[in-house]
């Protein structure tokens, strides 16, 4: 601790969205910690200092901080003392504005400010305790100060085997309907160096799989020390030879950046999982050169057909949008025709939502939404079948698990993931945690599999992931 602390209670922190501000949050968890010792509590009532992560890509998420807003105002009348800061994309986006909707806020912070936190918090404090300041306001840091956030956070902090590291943040693809451009900033990638020292201390701590996370995550360009610039395939190559480090996977990625080193990946790096999430959005090529997406449809599937070469078994998972302004039926009809054709595994799919500012805001919308939701239930229909029968296909095949965790459910079973990112509960030790190990899969449930051990920690008699029914 730095400094002899104002508070306490502890930290209560909400995220809402992305994987992006989950790991943001546990960067904002673990400054807060070092600076005034506030430990996370899972209850609001019990904490001095109560953070909202924002999300703002879809209307309802953005309507979720505004209701949640309201409700801790309420705990802040029973105790004023209390600290409530916003950050991430809605604050990005309203700035002030949050203020004027809920006046119990304190501190309001962007993603690239996060880490002016504990500035922000004294500076709410010492504005608070001072009666000459008549008309108190929010301190508001919603800059974007390049990456700089990234050089004042602390050393990574270890719990688990599995880590999340965000390598470049923001994004320059101004999709005619996407907010993340404008309130997280333009594509800045971290320094090589600066990763590669994140992840040897998570190695260090005893992390065997990292995921690689950016809005863009295959638009990495880290400078490296000699001044040469390091794209995710260069990345990808040096982080599979820190010891420890047995499994990379990175998210999320734009179909334009998929570039032939990147996919030469999955041919020579065996500690790549056997996953892709590369979101299209639509089959419809009308529709992707509206949403100024910059390819087609052939392009993707070119991409998908020449990673499945190198990797046959390949999981793919996607993002789609129904009921862009202007989609008709036939251009759904081809969304639905691709999804057949490439079989995806657990994708995310949404109604199309109109962001204040963004160029698709404008264009003319006819369709009604009873339509947009029928769509909607069509494809995840067929998406749902699609990730059922992946993991049915599963049943009788041995998988390459990362044991996490022991299992929720029983004191002799243990849990861990599949390269395909399923969860698998089997009898185990605790020593298996932090281990890789074979594993039959035995049985299919709605959220999880079940399976049983086959080889034990790193032995050489590792099979490679299979699937019956890919
Ligand atoms: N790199 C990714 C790509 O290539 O598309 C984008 C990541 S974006 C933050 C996450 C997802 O949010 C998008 O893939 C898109 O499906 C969804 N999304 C963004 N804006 C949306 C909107 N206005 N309405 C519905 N979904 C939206
Ligand atoms: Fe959004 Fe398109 Fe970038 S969906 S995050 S503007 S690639």
């Not at 500076?123 to 608070?128: G, N, S």
């Not at 691709?338 to 264009?363: C, H, K, M």
């Amino acid at each position: 601790m730095s400094q002899t602390t104002p508070f306490t209670g502890g930290l209560y922190v909400i995220t809402y969205g992305c994987q992006m501000n989950e790991y943001d949050s546990d960067k904002m968890a673990s400054l807060l910690e070092k600076t005034y010792g506030l430990k996370l509590v899972t209850e609001p009532e019990e904490a001095d200092v109560v953070l909202m992560n924002t999300c703002s890509v879809r209307e309802k998420a953005q309507e979720k901080v505004f209701s949640e807003l309201g409700r801790w105002s309420k705990w802040k009348a029973k105790k004023p003392n209390r600290i409530i800061g916003v950050g991430g994309c809605v604050a990005s986006q309203e700035g002030k504005v949050i203020r004027q909707r809920a006046p119990s806020v304190d501190v309001i912070f962007g993603p690239q400010t996060l880490h002016r936190l504990p500035a922000m918090i004294d500076e709410a404090l010492r504005v608070r305790g001072d009666d000459s300041i008549k008309k108190k306001k929010a301190v508001i840091d919603i800059s974007f100060p390049e990456i700089e956030k990234f050089d004042n956070l602390p050393e990574p902090e270890v719990n688990g085997v599995s880590a999340m590291v965000s390598i470049m943040e923001g994004c320059s693809k101004y999709c005619t309907f996407c907010v993340v451009p404008y309130t997280r900033g333009e594509e800045v990638s971290r320094p090589f160096e600066d990763v590669m020292h994140e992840i040897e201390v998570l190695a260090s701590q005893g992390v065997r799989e990292v995921n690689l996370l950016g809005q863009n995550v295959n638009a990495y360009r880290g400078e490296m020390a000699d001044g040469e610039i390091a794209d995710l395939a260069v990345l990808m190559h040096a982080v599979r030879t820190i010891d420890g480090i047995d499994r990379i996977r990175f998210t999320t990625s734009h179909p334009n950046e998929m570039t032939q080193s990147i996919i030469d990946c999955y041919g020579e790096i065996p500690e790549l999982v056997s996953h892709l999430h590369l979101p299209i959005q639509s089959g419809s090529d009308k529709v992707l050169a509206m949403m100024k997406r910059n390819h087609m449809v052939l392009e993707y599937k070119s991409t998908i057909r020449k990673v499945r070469a190198l990797r046959p078994n390949l999981s793919l998972s996607g993002d789609f949008i129904i009921g862009f302004p202007g989609e008709t039926c036939d251009d759904f009809k081809e969304t639905l025709a691709l999804v057949e054709e490439l079989n995806y595994d657990r994708s995310f799919s949404f109604i199309y939502s109109e962001r204040p500012g963004t160029p698709a805001a404008g264009f003319p919308d006819d369709e009604p939404m009873e339509k947009k939701k029928r769509r909607l239930f069509m494809l995840q229909e067929v998406l749902n079948k699609q990730t059922l029968a992946i993991s049915e296909g599963m049943i009788g095949t041995v998988q390459r698990v990362l044991v996490e965790r022991l299992s929720r459910n029983s004191f002799t079973e243990v849990a861990g993931r599949t390269e395909n990112n399923r969860v698998v509960n089997f009898e185990g030790s605790p020593e298996l945690i932090g281990q890789f190990v074979d594993v039959e899969i035995t049985e299919g449930l709605t959220n999880s599999l079940r399976g049983k051990l086959v080889a034990t920690p790193e032995s050489d008699t590792h099979v490679a992931p299979q699937y019956h029914s890919l």
